[in-house]
T-cell receptor, first 120, second 115 residues
């Protein structure tokens, strides 16, 4: 079974609109962390935001926020006031604290990504 | 500050030729090191990870191998490339300490095309 599911292969959004990128995860470990990365066409992986399973509040970093719904096992990324430079691939990833998640020695398990295109 | 270097940036190799991709990390000691592969339009697949010199674990059986001859050096190799080895290869590191909030730091990647 997939550990991280991103159901939106691609999205087109108008500039300045808010964007929600979906991510659901599968784990039985009570302690885990969720990450979002951005990958522009250059290929570099840019860390955006982190949410811990015990965090009481949703994480925020500038225009990025994470809509964390623990009971539903979802960790959607919200980008407010989208910009042309937000066009990129976006990956959701998870690390489980205690069990093996396929991320290898504390690595991360990634979803397949969402290709976001911001239109002017 | 810590930096990660990965080279070459692009590589075009014929089927059956050898491969060597190198990754080095600066500004830290005893990092965990990782090789990921990203097929076109797909997510990142973990290939190998290492928690110390000479310690390599493979996540997926394949035509590739990895080595860590020095603490901050990680090498991805193949004796004979296959067409299916084409993809974007990313090296990453994180501090050795165990914590759920430690993010991975990635290199700039190598685009490998096997023809």
């Amino acid at each position: 079974a997939q550990k991280i599911t991103q159901t939106q292969p691609g999205m087109f959004v108008q500039e300045k609109e808010a964007v929600t990128l979906d991510c659901t995860y599968d784990t039985s470990d009570p302690s885990y962390g969720l990450f979002w990365y951005k990958q522009p066409s250059s290929g570099e992986m840019i860390f955006l935001i982190y949410q811990g399973s015990y965090d009481q509040q949703n994480a925020t970093e500038g225009r990025y926020s994470l809509n964390f719904q623990k009971a539903r096992k979802s960790a959607n990324l919200v980008i407010s006031a989208s910009q042309l430079g937000d066009s990129a691939m976006y990956f959701c990833a998870m690390r489980e604290r205690g069990g093996y998640s396929g991320g290898g020695a504390d690595g991360l398990t990634f979803g397949k990504g969402t290709h976001l295109i911001i239109q002017p | 500050s810590q930096t990660i270097h990965q080279w070459p940036a692009t590589l075009v190799q014929p089927v059956g030729s050898p491969l060597s991709l190198e990754c080095t990390v600066e500004g830290t000691s005893n990092p965990n090191l990782y090789w990921y592969r990203q097929a076109a339009g797909r997510g990142l697949q973990l290939l190998f990870y290492s928690v110390g010199i000479g310690q390599i674990s493979s996540e997926v059986p394949q035509n590739l191998s990895a080595s860590r001859p020095q603490d901050r050096q990680f090498i991805l190799s193949s004796k004979k490339l296959l067409l299916s080895d084409s993809g974007f290869y990313l090296c990453a590191w994180k501090p050795r300490r165990v914590a759920t909030n430690e993010k991975l730091f990635f290199g700039s990647g190598t685009q490998l095309s096997v023809l």
